[in-house]
């Protein structure tokens, strides 16, 4: 499975931005899909996730109520919806998949390349 994040860029701290990650084969239903981000000089971490088959979805303490993940089985696509943006959300947004839930990198078997989120103050 290939995987290919998009949608990144730069904005004002309040505002929006929908993140995409397209897959490039269908998406079964055991699949698990994530959002991880990487500041500069920091580790890259866990932020939402969701099971394909039951559209179950987690959240890092520190964007739920202000993220959503989602997924469109018909275009094999998830998306991030991110909303009341801040400054420490800036990072390079990683898109990843693999067949059981995690929220460390070990636990992803597929990455996308990653989009640019900058949050400006």
């Known amino acids: 499975v290939q995987l290919q994040a998009s949608g990144g860029g730069l904005v004002q701290a309040g505002d929006s931005l929908r993140l995409s990650c397209a897959a490039s084969?269908?998406?079964?239903?055991?699949?698990?899909m994530g959002w991880f981000r990487q500041a500069p000089g920091k580790e890259r971490q866990f932020v939402a996730a969701i099971r394909w088959g039951t559209t179950r979805t987690h959240y890092a303490d520190s964007v739920k109520d202000r993220f959503t993940v989602s997924r469109d089985s018909a275009s094999n696509t998830m998306y991030l919806q991110m909303n009341s943006l801040r400054p420490d959300d800036t990072a390079v947004y990683y898109c990843?998949?693999?067949?059981?839930?995690?929220?460390?990198?070990?636990?992803?078997?597929?990455w996308g390349q990653g989009t640019l989120v900058t949050v400006s103050s």
């Open positions: 990843s998949g693999g067949t059981q839930y995690g929220t460390t990198p070990a636990d992803y078997r597929h």
């Open positions: 084969t269908r998406i079964y239903s055991s699949y698990v």
